[in-house]
């Protein structure tokens, strides 16, 4: 018997169309899983990662990698300019020598300020963190442009947190971690008074 003119040809024809079709569909997802890949090690460099970083492990009390992100002494530091700033006011009825007293003062307490800012701090950021709890990382991460407006300029990173109609301003700087951004200031009203 003879074949039917133009049935053998049909079929290397849908195969080779079906295996272009198969590369074509390989090379854009490989293409689109590389272009993922390369965006999340960006991303993983900048200020909205490390504070996923910090949220996930303020949730997990995971003191050491909360530590690591945070600049105590710049924090105390900032902290104590701002209390400064609020009390202003009610220093200045009070003879000038006292304003040198306070600043010693302040000297000597340096290390409980910095125990006590740094505990206020944990539980403010527990608090604030609630809605990362029990969620996956990779989802905290990426809900973090939804909660953080981040402003990165010479090295410096402003960020305006908005959780729970709060309003938080935090400075990050990079730390000496390759890829790690470190809170150095933390406003917020709230925790100065």
Do not use: C
């Not at 996930?56 to 209390?83: C, G, H, I, P, Y």
């Amino acid at each position: 018997l003879a074949e039917p003119p133009g049935g053998s040809g049909k079929r290397p024809g849908l195969a080779r169309l079906l295996l272009i079709f198969a590369v074509v569909l390989l090379l854009l997802a490989g293409g689109v899983a590389a272009g993922g890949y390369l965006w999340w090690r960006h991303y993983q460099n900048s200020p909205a990662y490390s504070l996923a970083v910090l949220a996930d492990a303020s949730q997990r009390n995971d003191n050491a990698t909360v530590d690591s992100l945070l600049d105590m002494d710049k924090v105390t530091e900032d902290f104590v300019a701002q209390v400064r700033k609020h009390t202003a006011g009610s220093y200045s009825a009070l003879p000038s020598d006292w304003s040198e007293k306070l600043d010693s003062l302040v000297t000597a307490v340096t290390p409980k300020l910095k125990e006590t800012v740094h505990e206020e701090l944990m539980k403010e950021l527990k608090r604030l963190t609630q809605p990362a709890a029990g969620k996956p990382f990779i989802a905290v991460a990426l809900a973090m442009k939804y909660f953080a407006k981040i402003k990165e300029e010479n090295n410096v990173a402003t960020v305006t947190v908005n959780i729970k109609d709060e309003h938080l301003q935090l400075t990050m700087q990079p730390s000496a971690t390759p890829g790690r951004w470190r809170i150095t200031a933390v406003q917020d009203d709230k925790l100065a008074k």
